[in-house]
């Protein structure tokens, strides 16, 4: 289970950060990330972290938003600096996890956390 947290109401300019805790039965966790998702759009990357730490962002955020992970906490992150109204969606947390020893990844999602920037 991925439960996201942090989101809610910002001012362009502002920052905010998102967390995402996995919890439940889990033996490892590869790539974590986030994505969103606008009304009326389909949902996009946003940013993932390997469990090395190597990242990878979309070009609209590249220099704004920080994803970080914490692996001890199965915790992923995204500070979200000088936000602007075009990141105004829904964020969801991505993760995909191995149950146990032996057994392939697989992609969990958490529910969704809004974010809304004003101008």
């Known amino acids: 289970q991925l439960q996201a947290s942090g989101g809610g109401l910002v001012q362009a300019g502002g920052s905010l950060r998102l967390s995402c805790l996995a919890s439940?039965?889990?033996?490892?966790?590869?790539?974590m990330g986030w994505y969103r998702q606008a009304p009326g759009k389909q949902r996009e990357l946003v940013a993932t972290?390997?469990?090395?730490?190597?990242?990878n962002y979309a070009d609209s955020v590249k220099g704004r938003f920080t994803i970080s992970r914490d692996n001890a906490k199965n915790a992923v992150f995204l500070q979200m600096n000088s936000p602007k109204p075009e990141d105004t969606s829904v964020y969801y947390c991505?993760?995909?996890?191995?149950?146990?020893?032996?057994?392939?990844?697989?992609?969990?999602w958490g529910e969704g956390t809004l974010v809304t920037v004003s101008s």
């Open positions: 439940g039965r889990i033996f490892s966790i590869n790539s």
């Open positions: 991505n993760a995909g996890v191995q149950v146990a020893f032996g057994l392939s990844y697989r992609d969990y």
């Open positions: 972290i390997t469990r090395g730490g190597s990242t």
